[in-house]
């Protein structure tokens, strides 16, 4: 048989230019992995309310924007809030007022603009800010705004890389049934092994990621509303301190599994204790009660409501323990979301891939082997082979009634 020795070439060409491309394609995802992790998890975390929303929104893009507000609006809410409780906190703990700011800062004003009264001195300043720039020295304003800049700087990074997250998270919403069609046709198809690999990966991780926002939300509000009905029945002596912004760490410290909120409620069990041993002995009925009502309300009830969202199906609660810990040490803040999609990719390539790669089998769609150090909480009978086939058909069934794409 002949061979063209012109189409050879072009082959070879293209190839050559993918294997660039992709290069490229991966030193940008290396540069922005942070980035590109937050937004799959926003994506994660919104697309079940997106699904919900589609159903009655005509416009795709109008529904993965309301579903990014319906998570991001409470988030940034939230932030606000945590940031002005702790402030106002601090200064409470710290005993600041207004008179020990006017003791500090009073004389240099005074000195600077030559005035008795820091309020008047205060005002001059507000009305014409140049006379304190003209009174400063030129060394400590250059090291001011420095600061500032570098700051400033900062914070709009920050803000630039959670807007590319909303940005990937808003197209991997609007456009996921697109590229998954494209995929199934002209890559792998549904009854490919890499299509059920694909499946599992995106079911599990829609579990972790968008069980961990309802649980850490459903946590803080209980653990709040808690904490506060607990504080107004406290003894003077043993009060909690800041109950709110308490709850709502306590609902961002259920993320990590199994150590969870204990993070936060025992810590405060503990503080109230000794404040109780060292004040007044006769209310140490407290502590012990904030410490019951903690594990049995805020700990015990929301696991047990919650713990079929937040598990995924196919993973080991250690595994995933191990995955939130040692994926921000070893990766940084965006660990945190890494971690655990590193862990399912192992795990689901290693029930559905590995045993075939092993055994030079014909790769199938179906785990061929046992869950790899299988969760104790499972049932050991359970049929894999027969739980993915109906995951893969509940999937299907699921993207079926997606509305039709309109391009919007």
Same mark, same amino acid.
């Given at each position: 048989?002949?061979?063209?020795?012109?189409?050879?070439?072009?082959?070879?060409?293209?190839?050559?230019?993918?294997?660039?491309?992709?290069?490229?394609?991966?030193?940008?995802?290396?540069?922005?992995?942070?980035?590109?992790?937050?937004?799959?998890?926003?994506?994660?975390?919104?697309?079940?309310?997106?699904? =919900?929303?589609?159903? $009655?929104?005509? !416009? $795709?893009?109008?529904?993965?924007?309301?579903?990014?507000?319906?998570?991001?609006?409470?988030?940034?809410?939230?932030?606000?809030?945590?940031?002005?409780?702790?402030?106002?906190?601090?200064?409470?703990?710290?005993?600041?007022?207004?008179?020990?700011?006017? !003791?500090?800062?009073?004389?240099?004003?005074?000195?600077?603009?030559?005035?008795?009264?820091?309020?008047?001195?205060?005002?001059?300043?507000?009305?014409?800010?140049?006379?304190?720039?003209?009174?400063?020295?030129?060394?400590?304003?250059?090291?001011?705004?420095?600061?500032?800049?570098?700051?400033?700087?900062?914070?709009?990074?920050?803000?630039?890389?959670?807007?590319?997250?909303?940005?990937?998270?808003?197209?991997?919403?609007?456009?996921?049934?697109?590229?998954? =069609?494209?995929?199934?046709?002209?890559?792998?198809?549904?009854?490919?092994?890499?299509?059920?690999?694909?499946?599992?990966?995106?079911?599990?991780?829609?579990?972790?990621?968008?069980?961990?926002?309802?649980?850490?939300?459903?946590?803080?509000?209980?653990?709040?509303?808690?904490?506060?009905?607990?504080?107004?029945?406290?003894?003077?002596?043993?009060?909690?301190?800041?109950?709110?912004?308490?709850?709502?760490?306590?609902?961002?410290?259920?993320?990590?599994?199994?150590?969870?909120?204990?993070?936060?409620?025992?810590?405060?069990?503990?503080?109230?204790?000794? $404040?109780?041993?060292?004040?007044?002995?006769?209310?140490?009925?407290?502590?012990?009660?904030?410490?019951?009502?903690?594990?049995?309300?805020?700990?015990?009830?929301?696991?047990?409501?919650?713990?079929?969202?937040?598990?995924?199906?196919?993973?080991?609660?250690?595994?995933?323990?191990?995955?939130?810990?040692?994926?921000?040490?070893?990766?940084?803040?965006?660990?945190?979301?890494?971690?655990?999609?590193?862990?399912?990719?192992?795990?689901?390539?290693? $029930?559905?891939?590995?045993?075939?790669?092993?055994?030079?089998?014909?790769?199938?769609?179906?785990?061929?082997?046992?869950?790899?150090?299988?969760?104790?909480?499972?049932?050991?009978? =359970?049929?894999?082979?027969?739980?993915?086939?109906?995951?893969?058909?509940?999937?299907?069934?699921?993207?079926?009634?997606?509305?039709?794409?309109?391009?919007?």
């Amino acid at each position: 048989m002949n061979v063209d020795p012109t189409r050879d070439r072009e082959r070879t060409a293209w190839w050559l230019i993918f294997g660039t491309l992709g290069l490229v394609f991966a030193f940008i995802l290396y540069s922005y992995v942070g980035t590109i992790v937050l937004g799959l998890f926003v994506y994660y975390a919104t697309r079940p309310i997106y699904r =919900r929303l589609s159903h $009655r929104v005509q !416009s $795709r893009s109008l529904a993965a924007g309301l579903a990014l507000g319906a998570l991001a609006f409470p988030g940034i809410l939230l932030i606000a809030y945590t940031v002005f409780v702790s402030f106002r906190q601090l200064g409470e703990l710290a005993g600041i007022d207004y008179e020990q700011y006017e !003791s500090l800062f009073g004389p240099y004003v005074r000195s600077v603009l030559g005035r008795q009264n820091p309020q008047d001195a205060v005002n001059q300043i507000l009305s014409n800010p140049q006379q304190l720039i003209r009174y400063l020295d030129p060394r400590t304003a250059s090291e001011v705004i420095t600061s500032a800049g570098g700051y400033l700087g900062a914070v709009a990074t920050g803000l630039l890389h959670v807007f590319i997250a909303l940005v990937i998270a808003f197209y991997l919403l609007r456009d996921d049934q697109k590229l998954a =069609r494209w995929f199934s046709s002209q890559i792998s198809g549904e009854t490919s092994a890499t299509h059920a690999y694909l499946m599992e990966v995106d079911t599990d991780l829609e579990t972790i990621y968008f069980g961990n926002i309802l649980n850490a939300f459903v946590v803080a509000i209980v653990a709040a509303i808690t904490y506060t009905a607990l504080d107004s029945i406290a003894p003077p002596e043993v009060g909690i301190p800041a109950a709110v912004l308490l709850g709502l760490l306590t609902g961002l410290g259920s993320l990590i599994p199994v150590v969870g909120m204990k993070i936060v409620y025992v810590p405060i069990g503990l503080y109230l204790v000794g $404040r109780s041993l060292v004040t007044a002995p006769q209310s140490i009925w407290f502590p012990l009660a904030f410490l019951v009502v903690a594990a049995v309300i805020v700990d015990g009830l929301t696991e047990i409501l919650l713990r079929p969202y937040i598990s995924g199906r196919n993973l080991h609660v250690g595994l995933v323990l191990f995955a939130y810990i040692l994926g921000p040490l070893l990766f940084g803040w965006y660990g945190l979301f890494l971690g655990p999609l590193l862990l399912v990719l192992f795990v689901h390539g290693a $029930r559905i891939i590995l045993p075939d790669l092993l055994h030079g089998r014909e790769l199938t769609p179906f785990a061929t082997a046992a869950d790899p150090i299988p969760d104790a909480n499972e049932n050991p009978d =359970r049929d894999t082979t027969s739980a993915d086939a109906d995951d893969t058909e509940a999937s299907e069934t699921d993207a079926a009634s997606e509305p039709p794409d309109e391009g919007k």
